[in-house]
Structure formats: C-alpha cells, structure tokens
C-alpha cells in the first residue's frame, strides 16, 4: 500500500507538495513519525549524502523509495511488501505529470513548504491508482515490467543516520578545534603581551637597525681612508 508521497526541490531540500491520504487519530502519530523521517531523506539528497537517483531505504516493516529527475526528488512510503517496481513506475509517472505542468519557473520560486497545492492534488489522483496491486491495471505493468532490470541501491535508514551522525561529530569537533585556537589567539592574555612587550620589541628593532648602519658608515670611512 502506499501511505505517504512527498515531492521535494534537490536544490535545497525544500518539499514542495505531498499528497493527502486519510490517516485516523492513531495512526496520525506514525504518520507524521514517517513524514519526518521523508524529509531527512530528502535533506540528504539536497546535501549530497545520498549520491544515487534511485535508492529503496529500509525502515521497520515499511521502505521508503526515491526518484531524482532533473532536479526534482520524488519521495513515497510504502508497505515493504509492494513490489518495488511498480513504485518506480508510480514516481515515474508523477516525474512525467509534473514534466507536462512545464512548471519549471513557478518551482524555482517556491519559498514555503507544501505550497505547490495544485501538484500535491495530481499526485493524490495518481496515488488512488496505485493502491491496490491487485487491480488489472497494476498487474498489467507489473506483468510488463517482469524483465526489466531494476539497478537499485538499497540501504537502512539507521546505517544513513548513523553516517550522519559521524559527520556532524566530525564537523562540530573541526570546529571547536578551530575555536579555541581563535580563543587563544585573542585571549585577554596574549593582548596584555603584546601591549607590554610590542614597544620594546620596536626599540630594539630601531636600536639594531642603527647600530648596522653605524657599523656600514664606519666601514665605508674605513675604506676611503685607506684609499
């Protein structure tokens, strides 16, 4: 069965619709559990964590699958037992709605959101197609789509937060090394130095550079004397 659709900009993770399945008060809690989890997926995507245009992610007794066609990341829910390649044809087929909308300016201006309402109805009529395997319909693609590869990464959800988690560790750990670097460099410490010692560093300096030039006058006496 599919439960939850989401279509998101690759650019900066933004979701721009999703549709709007019926869900009762219990399972609103799930619902909104797994929706969250879609826009960690499509985050990683926009950051480039997850380098693959087609990828199935594992999640309990569910699997998340998504498509990234020019730019645009489609995202869907789904029993773990409906077949996968029928779920790919279902992204492929909203890619397809959304590629004869021609709606490439209006996509770069979205700011909010869920705000693209008009394609998040497209995608609830194309989902009700999609519902049940059993219709001759579905079983017609699924009988057309029997030898066709399907070149498909699969990975589990926890693996991909785990990896984002280590990096988050690394980035935070890059950064306070850099910190406190910075902290000693301007600590109160090493500006009272600086006030205290930078005028005698500059008197010797004055001192060294008159005595040089002492000595070279002296030599050059010196010489024209002996001439």
């Not at 498509?67 to 029993?79: A, F, G, M, P, R």
């Not at 044809?89 to 201006?109: F, V």
């Amino acid at each position: 069965m599919v439960k939850l659709t989401i279509v998101g900009r690759v650019e900066d993770g933004l979701p721009l619709a999703q549709d709007q399945p019926y869900v009762n008060q219990q399972d609103n809690i799930s619902f909104l559990l797994y929706k969250q989890q879609a826009e960690f997926l499509l985050t990683q995507i926009s950051k480039g964590s997850l380098l693959h245009p087609k990828m199935t992610i594992l999640l309990d007794h569910h699997s998340f699958h998504f498509l990234v066609e020019k730019k645009i990341c489609y995202i869907v829910l789904s029993d773990s037992s409906y077949p996968r390649k029928l779920l790919f044809h279902y992204l492929q087929d909203l890619h397809k709605e959304l590629d004869k909308l021609d709606e490439t300016e209006l996509i770069q201006k979205i700011s909010k959101p869920y705000s693209f309402v008009r394609f998040g109805k497209i995608i609830g009529r194309i989902r009700k197609q999609y519902m049940d395997t059993r219709t001759q319909a579905n079983l017609s693609k699924l009988n057309a789509l029997r030898n066709e590869e399907l070149h498909v990464v699969t990975e589990h959800m926890n693996d991909i937060k785990q990896i984002r988690q280590l990096l988050e560790t690394s980035e935070i750990t890059s950064l306070d090394a850099r910190t406190s670097v910075s902290t000693i460099w301007n600590s109160q410490c090493l500006q009272d130095i600086a006030l205290k010692w930078t005028p005698v560093a500059i008197i010797i300096l004055v001192i060294l550079v008159l005595f040089k030039a002492r000595l070279i006058m002296t030599d050059d006496y010196l010489i024209s004397t002996m001439i």
